[in-house]
T-cell receptor, first 116, second 110 residues
Framework: GAVVSQHPSRVICKSGTSVKIECRSL??????MFWYRQFPKQSLMLMAT?????????EQGVEKDKFLINHASLTLSTLTVTSAHPEDSSFYIC????????????FGPGTRLLVL | TQLLEQSPQFLSIQEGENLTVYCNSS?????LQWYRQEPGEGPVLLVT?????EVKKLKRLTFQFGDARKDSSLHITAAQPGDTGLYLC??????????FGTGTRLKVLA
């Protein structure tokens, strides 16, 4: 089956620092990757859509200068949380769409970010 | 803004009972997916429904897509403690993005 990995799985950082989260499709090429944020006991909220070779599309209310997305290749997208603050603490999850199906998305295991 | 409301929000039942979770919207979706998520993990896909009125069965789980493709339901028969988790519906929009429902947290007691 299609596998998507995320690294790191957990990260703790100090307020004001930047954190990079990687999302990789391990056995397929992903035309599109999505980044979600999930607060405790809540559902997933789409942050942005990442397309290889082009700028990410951000959802309303998501600051693109704070959440930098780079889709460097067909198997890798990165999310950088810049100047992190405690309110950025959350569970960040990516998903990836393979070439053959825009309706199919495979989720990564998530990254737990804690900003102190 | 497209919204998917799930009900109930929380459900705690005894092992062996049946339950239904609803996912409702005023928007039409191309397809709809149901996921189950365990704490600290990514969501795991259970099913995708595409056609209005479609019914899919996965062992003790029955999924239905509304005729107008605006709503869906998940029915679990004879629930087991292993069914415990967060159930999420997600609708595919016209711009090929998935919008997630508000979630239903299920706890099945042994």
């Amino acid at each position: 089956g299609a596998v998507v990995s995320q690294h790191p799985s957990r990260v703790i950082c100090k307020s004001g620092t930047s954190v990079k989260i990687e999302c990789r499709s391990l056995d397929f090429q992903a035309t599109t990757m999505f980044w979600y944020r999930q607060f405790p006991k809540q559902s997933l909220m789409l942050m942005a859509t990442s397309n290889e070779g082009s700028k990410a599309t951000y959802e309303q209310g998501v600051e693109k200068d704070k959440f930098l997305i780079n889709h460097a290749s067909l198997t890798l997208s990165t999310l950088t949380v810049t100047s992190a603050h405690p309110e950025d603490s959350s569970f960040y999850i990516c998903s990836a769409n393979p070439w053959e199906g825009l309706e199919t998305q495979y989720f990564g295991p998530g990254t737990r970010l804690l900003v102190l | 803004t497209q919204l998917l409301e799930q009900s109930p929000q929380f459900l705690s039942i005894q092992e062996g009972e049946n339950l239904t979770v609803y996912c409702n919207s005023s928007s039409v979706f191309s397809s709809l997916q149901w996921y189950r998520q365990e704490p600290g993990e990514g969501p795991v896909l259970l099913v995708t429904v595409v056609t209005g009125g479609e019914v899919k069965k996965l062992k003790r789980l029955t999924f239905q897509f509304g005729d107008a493709r605006k709503d869906s339901s998940l029915h679990i028969t004879a629930a087991q403690p292993g069914d415990t988790g967060l159930y999420l519906c997600a609708g595919l929009t016209g711009t090929y993005k998935y919008i997630f429902g508000t979630g239903t947290r299920l706890k099945v007691l042994a």
